[in-house]
T-cell receptor, first 114, second 113 residues
Framework: GAGVSQSPRYKVAKRGQDVALRCDPISGHVSLFWYQQALGQGPEFLTYFQNEAQLDKSGLPSDRFFAERPEGSVSTLKIQRTQQEDSAVYLC????????????FGDGTRLSIL | GDSVTQMEGPVTLSEEAFLTINCTYTATGYPSLFWYVQYPGEGLQLLLKATKADDKGSNKGFEATYRKETTSFHLEKGSVQVSDSAVYFCALSERNQGGKLIFGQGTELSVKP
């Protein structure tokens, strides 16, 4: 596709359930980033891949959060044993390389934990 | 750690008014600076960027100048339109951090006809 695609757009889960969020980056983009955006706040960095290598996961809030990009293209962000504070919009972005290249954002997945 | 601070919103202006949204940053290195915009119902889009001191980024009538001495990157537009109503985010990225963006909290702009 022409842009970064994220699915699902909306996800509602009960506290304690596991969820998986998918990101399809722009074809050929080497770098892929995940951000978490709470209501009324700016996005906060979660993790970063260069191809299939996860080079920075310093922003993941706990060990319940796990991300992968096994073939260097599609990425999945998994949250285990969800809690209410995980409710947020999860944004994926990709760029051709990394520093100084513009990041192209998807529309995000809005996650609501009941 | 690195951080970005923006003026709080919401900002409400009349059409054709002058816009300034203040942004200051703290960084350990020499960052690149960005403004992103989020129109209602849409994803984040890059508006403009500057990669070194005194660079001016510009796009769609918006401008921002990288001021190292004041660690600022204020967004300006001479005459806003209703279609500029959106949330604006200032952000930085450092070379030694792989390009991850650090965002401010966002400033909502509402332009009235």
């Amino acid at each position: 596709g022409a842009g970064v695609s994220q699915s699902p757009r909306y996800k509602v889960a009960k506290r304690g359930q596991d969820v998986a969020l998918r990101c399809d980056p722009i074809s050929g983009h080497v770098s892929l980033f995940w951000y978490q955006q709470a209501l009324g706040q700016g996005p906060e960095f979660l993790t970063y891949f260069q191809n299939e290598a996860q080079l920075d996961k310093s922003g993941l809030p706990s060990d319940r959060f796990f991300a992968e990009r096994p073939e260097g293209s599609v990425s999945t962000l998994k949250i285990q044993r969800t809690q209410q504070e995980d409710s947020a919009v999860y944004l994926c972005a990709s760029s051709l390389t990394d520093f100084n290249q513009p990041q192209h954002f998807g529309d995000g997945t809005r996650l609501s934990i009941l | 750690g690195d951080s970005v601070t923006q003026m709080e919103g919401p900002v409400t202006l009349s059409e054709e008014a002058f816009l300034t949204i203040n942004c200051t940053y703290t960084a350990t290195g020499y960052p690149s600076l960005f403004w992103y915009v989020q129109y209602p119902g849409e994803g984040l889009q890059l508006l403009l960027k500057a990669t070194k001191a005194d660079d001016k980024g510009s796009n769609k009538g918006f401008e921002a100048t990288y001021r190292k001495e004041t660690t600022s990157f204020h967004l300006e537009k001479g005459s806003v339109q209703v279609s500029d109503s959106a949330v604006y985010f200032c952000a930085l990225s450092e070379r030694n951090q792989g390009g991850k963006l650090i965002f401010g909290q966002g400033t909502e702009l509402s332009v009235k006809p």
